[in-house]
């Protein structure tokens, strides 16, 4: 894999965290650049999948969520946990619980935006607070779980 795409998130997260004052851990803030970058990723694999495959959104929506969900994956084990990047075995069963956790924190956001939509009728901002829920619940749950527990030897994150 390219390793142009990961530079670019680590000097971006760089720039974010010295901005920011180092608030928000490093690693956050490129798994959070990651995430961003996935979103485009998912419109633009959904959009060519309408066109090209099906008239399904559901199909092409789980298609597109796939492959998001493995971009995400793979940028954050060669970016924002590079120092503990996973590689042979070890990749694959991290993939697998990554896509278990994902999964999870996508159904925590729906159900934290759709109980806040519930309560004050603002779609927006309801939808900006499972955002956050659900990304808050992922990069903890696939930190613990994928590369703090698959990998070798955990090192700290080096802040360029």
């Known amino acids: 894999m390219s390793s142009v795409i990961p530079t670019l998130i680590r000097r971006i997260a760089n720039l974010v965290y010295r901005l920011t004052r180092g ?10 650049i ?6 485009l990723v998912h419109m633009s694999v959904l959009k060519t999948l309408m066109l090209t495959s099906t008239d399904s959104f559901r199909y092409a929506n789980a298609g597109a969520m796939i492959v998001a969900a493995s971009f995400n994956y793979l940028m954050n084990n060669k970016s924002t946990y590079r120092e503990t990047s996973l590689t042979g075995k070890r990749i694959i069963a991290g993939y697998l619980i990554y896509l278990t956790i994902t999964s999870l924190g996508l159904g925590l956001s729906l159900l934290i935006s759709g109980e806040i939509y519930d309560r004050i009728q603002l779609p927006m901002i309801s939808a900006l607070c ?5 990304s808050l619940w992922n990069y903890f749950m696939s930190y613990n779980f994928v590369w703090k ?7 700290p994150i080096e802040q360029n």
């Open 23 to 32: 608030i928000f851990p490093l690693s956050l803030i490129s798994f959070l």
């Open 34 to 39: 990651v995430g961003s970058l996935g979103v």
């Open 130 to 134: 499972g955002i956050v829920v659900g």
């Open 149 to 155: 527990m698959l990998s070798p030897k955990p090192k």
